[in-house]
């Protein structure tokens, strides 16, 4: 019986990771922000902001090529919102190269494997990423909790 028991529950774990999105944060900035309350919802960009922003860090989303843009987007602003984001910016989908992504944004010292080792989130990254952006602090926003000089 719980030789049973033993199998019902690895394949009820299966099945729950099946499916399931994963993010990776690798941090930028030497600020610390505020966390964004769940309700907040943070704009999410394909390209540039013209205002005046600091970048706090990368996003990145793992969970398979079945991962609509909608999915990959709220992944991004659920892990942004955690490091007080104000907003995600160039934000890409699926066929992403990594150490060019980080590259593109001046920070080629925070590389992919770097971000894998040292970056917060959760760890069931497979593969290339399906999603990632950029994000950012507005300067104009007084939600840090410490300045860095």
């Known amino acids: 019986m719980n030789f049973q028991k033993y199998i019902l529950i690895l394949l009820t ?3 729950l990771s099946v499916g399931c999105t994963s993010t990776n944060f690798a941090k930028i900035s030497t600020n610390e922000y505020l966390p964004k309350s769940e309700s907040v919802v943070l704009p999410v960009f394909s390209g540039d902001s013209d205002q005046m922003y600091e970048r706090i860090g990368v996003v990145f989303v793992y969970g398979g090529d079945s ?33 060019g992504y980080f590259e593109s944004f001046g920070s ?33 926003n007084l939600n840090t909790k410490k300045e860095v000089d």
Do not use: C
């Open 13 to 15: 774990l299966v099945l």
């Open 67 to 99: 991962l609509t843009k909608e999915q990959i987007n709220d992944s991004l602003r659920d892990q942004a919102g955690k490091v007080g984001a104000d907003a995600i910016i160039f934000a890409k989908y699926k066929d992403i190269e990594p150490s």
């Open 108 to 140: 080629a010292f925070v590389d992919f494997d770097w971000a894998k080792k040292h970056g917060t989130g959760s760890w069931l990254m497979k593969g290339e990423p399906a999603g990632a952006g950029l994000a950012i602090s507005y300067k104009d």
